[in-house]
């Protein structure tokens, strides 16, 4: 079993920050990219930012600027990096990871976490 835990949405004022956090634990033998994707009422769930192992990292078009997504050190956790943060940021975010398990052969799986409610008022 793998799993991913968030921490760090809150609600914030417009023009603020927050730092969102995301762990990954269980049977993983490599993650190959962690990142966040979003969903707000009524809408898809969108990608926001994606960083791979490579060293790679990609944003999605409005939080370009705004938004930064980092790997720790341990490379088991990501963090999103969110300032000067606007009303229509508010949305439910949620980490993912792309890893192998540890069984064999290799297989990839995509793992979810739970999401994280971030409020942005104006």
């Known amino acids: 079993q793998v799993q991913l835990v968030e921490s760090g949405g809150g609600l914030v004022q417009a023009g603020g920050s927050l730092r969102l956090s995301c762990v990954a634990s269980g049977s993983i033998n490599s993650i190959t990219a962690m990142g966040w994707y979003r969903q707000a009422p009524g809408k898809q769930r969108e990608l926001v930012a994606v960083a791979t192992s490579a060293g790679s990292t990609n944003y999605e078009d409005s939080v370009k600027g705004r938004f930064t997504v980092s790997r720790g050190s341990a490379k088991n956790t990501v963090y999103l990096q969110m300032n000067s943060l606007k009303p229509e940021d508010t949305a439910v975010y949620y980490c993912?990871?792309?890893?192998?398990?540890?069984?064999?052969?290799?297989?990839?799986?995509?793992?979810w976490g739970q999401g994280t409610q971030v409020t942005v008022s104006s």
């Open positions: 993912y990871a792309d890893f192998y398990g540890t069984g064999w052969p290799r297989h990839q799986y995509t793992n």
